[in-house]
């Protein structure tokens, strides 16, 4: 396979927690932003002067909830729990293509049980060190 | 990458037991599949 060249379909993109595909996601994002330490000082002038600082990265996901889902709200109440790292990818499987991942700790859980609607959860993962956006190969 | 397991493998806090199809990333199913554990699935099957 090669490169795709149109514009996605998230449908495409799936959650794998540990290898295993996370079931029943309805959508997901990853976050980077880097800290800006501002070095502005009286000899400046009028515009500020920053340096870039540490980078800090986290991943949500939002997904419905089945009991018998193979990874799921179970697995990932454990990982919260036990304070569990889990390596985190977001792919398409196509090479060519680049895919997300991450090291990450779970830093929230919650989910909702409305009336007349679906059960649902919703996932915060921290990542811890570096994340990569690689080539699938 | 969908894969059917031929021998029965650990694989997070599963046990997958022989004949179960796992949609499993594709690195993984790759080795999986070079060791005998597992067959590529084709998906919806």
Redesign the interface.
Known sequence: MAVTTTKLDGQVLKVYIDTVLLGYVTEQSFDISANMIETSNKDSGKFAEFIAGRTTSTLSVSALHQFDATEGYKEMFADITAGTSVDVVISNENAGDYEWSATCLISSLSISFPDDDVVSYDLEFQVTGEPTYTVIV | ?HIKFKKAFK????TVKVGEV???????AIELIKDGTAEFQPANV
């Not at chain 2, 796992?22 to 993984?28: A, G, T």
């Open positions: 990458m694989i997070r806090k599963t796992l949609d499993v990333h594709w690195k993984i």
